[in-house]
Nanobody, 114 residues
Framework: QVQLVESGGGLVQAGGSLRLSCAAS????????MNWFRQAPGKEREFVAG??????????DYADSVKGRFTISRDNAKNTVYLQMNSLKPEDTAVYYC?????WGQGTQVTVSS
């Protein structure tokens, strides 16, 4: 059974940093695309960042709102994907979800105070 477990969320002041982790189990995800989404109160879930493999190597994609501030990475040996979030803004406040295919984690809350 596939499981995705997020951790690393919390409360941080604007301008601060957090690193989210998503530990995957149930199979190896080394060749699967892994994504981070987020959902703020009263808003739809939105794509934040993704990492996948192409013939030329790893490919990363970011939402325009987080480019230059967030970095997605993965450790295949640990079956874990990370989201390094720097220069956080209050509008980054949301529940952050890890995703691969049809599988979702339970989410981790990130709150950025102004």
């Amino acid at each position: 059974q596939v499981q995705l477990v997020e951790s690393g969320g919390g409360l941080v002041q604007a301008g601060g940093s957090l690193r989210l982790s998503c530990a995957a189990s149930g199979r190896s995800f080394s060749t699967y695309a892994m994504n981070w989404f987020r959902q703020a109160p009263g808003k739809e879930r939105e794509f934040v960042a993704g990492i996948s493999w192409t013939w030329s190597g790893a490919r990363t994609d970011y939402a325009d709102s987080v480019k230059g501030r967030f970095t997605i990475s993965r450790d295949n040996a640990k079956n874990t994907v990370y989201l390094q979030m720097n220069s956080l803004k209050p509008e980054d406040t949301a529940v952050y979800y890890c995703n691969t295919g049809s599988h979702w984690g339970q989410g981790t809350q990130v709150t950025v105070s102004s």
